[in-house]
């Protein structure tokens, strides 16, 4: 790792603990390994954002390895970062540029979901499966792919498990949305419903499904309800990046999601929105 610099990607959040998360863990990784450069950048609502944080890490650098902390490969990861990354490599000629892939939601990211799923349960005394429904509750995109992401974990959880329910909902963006689900699975006769957010950091919408689910218990009295926090910090995820780096010398030019593919480029001039 001598010459090279790690650049880590937050998504950024408008709620400022968010960002500080972020950096938090980044602390925590560097201890993890003191010998590498790791600097920090988001891609929105925050002060040092992507263009700057490439820029910023080539100093001193031949090489930078820009890591996505993001689990799903929507329209940041898919459009926004390789433009990003191509408009660096321009600015910069003599710096290689290594696309790292992003966390996804793999069986690594599994584990910490039931970890998270097991901690509520707890909670709730260790209820019976076959009357426990579980939701797990996504950001929500425009990009069906990263929404079906969601619903894979879901699938593998089930498959796992002896739960009678694992549903998917979303916060925000597409359907369908926590109350609806929580609905369903009242009717179909759940006596507790365990929540459990993929989310990797606090931010806005952490704070909004806290409030969704204080409402829902006042709605429905009769029915138990946990909601999981946020996951980032666990020892997986960690684990995770550190497989991401060392893939990175297994495979030639790893690319992010759609770098340089016809998808992107047919796409060029589309602008992207972020409305939640």
């Known amino acids: 790792m001598n010459n090279t610099t790690v650049l880590l990607v937050g998504h950024g959040s408008r709620h400022p603990e968010g960002n500080l998360e972020i950096g938090r863990f980044a602390g925590l990784w560097r201890k993890r390994h003191p010998d590498w450069r790791i600097d920090v950048c988001f891609i929105e609502h925050a002060d040092l954002l992507l263009d700057e944080g490439l820029d910023r890490a080539t100093q ?11 689990l799903n490969a929507a329209g940041h990861v898919k459009m926004e970062m390789p433009e990003a990354l191509e408009a660096a490599r321009e600015r910069h000629p003599e710096v290689e540029f290594v696309a790292v892939r992003h966390l996804g939601m793999g069986y690594e990211v599994l584990d910490v979901l039931e970890k998270k799923l097991a ?45 009678d329910l694992v549903d998917i909902a979303f916060t925000g963006v597409t359907l369908p949305r926590l109350e609806k689900v929580v609905q369903r699975q009242v009717r179909l006769g759940m006596m507790q419903v365990a929540v459990v957010p993929v989310y990797l950091f606090t931010g806005v919408l952490t704070e909004r499904i806290k409030r969704q689910v ?5 709605q429905y009295p009769q ?33 992010l999601e759609c770098d340089g593919c016809k998808y992107r480029q047919e796409a060029a001039g589309h602008e992207h929105h972020h409305a939640h």
């Not at 426990?132 to 079906?148: C, E, K, P, Q």
């Not at 980032?232 to 960690?238: P, Q």
Request: glycine share 12%; net charge negative; charged share 30%.
């Open 60 to 70: 001193g650098a031949r090489r930078v390895l820009v890591v996505p902390l993001i």
């Open 223 to 255: 029915v138990g309800f946990a909601l999981a926090e946020h996951f980032g910090f666990d020892e997986g995820i960690f684990d995770l990046l550190d497989r991401r780096i060392a893939d990175v010398d297994d495979e030639e030019g790893v690319l």
């Open 119 to 163: 901690g509520v349960l707890a909670g709730l005394d260790f209820p019976d499966p076959l009357t426990t429904g579980v939701i797990l509750l996504g950001r929500g995109s425009s990009d069906a792919g990263a929404n079906g992401e969601v619903a894979k974990m879901a699938r593998w959880m089930y498959e796992e498990s002896d739960h």
């Open 214 to 218: 204080a409402r829902l218990e006042k």
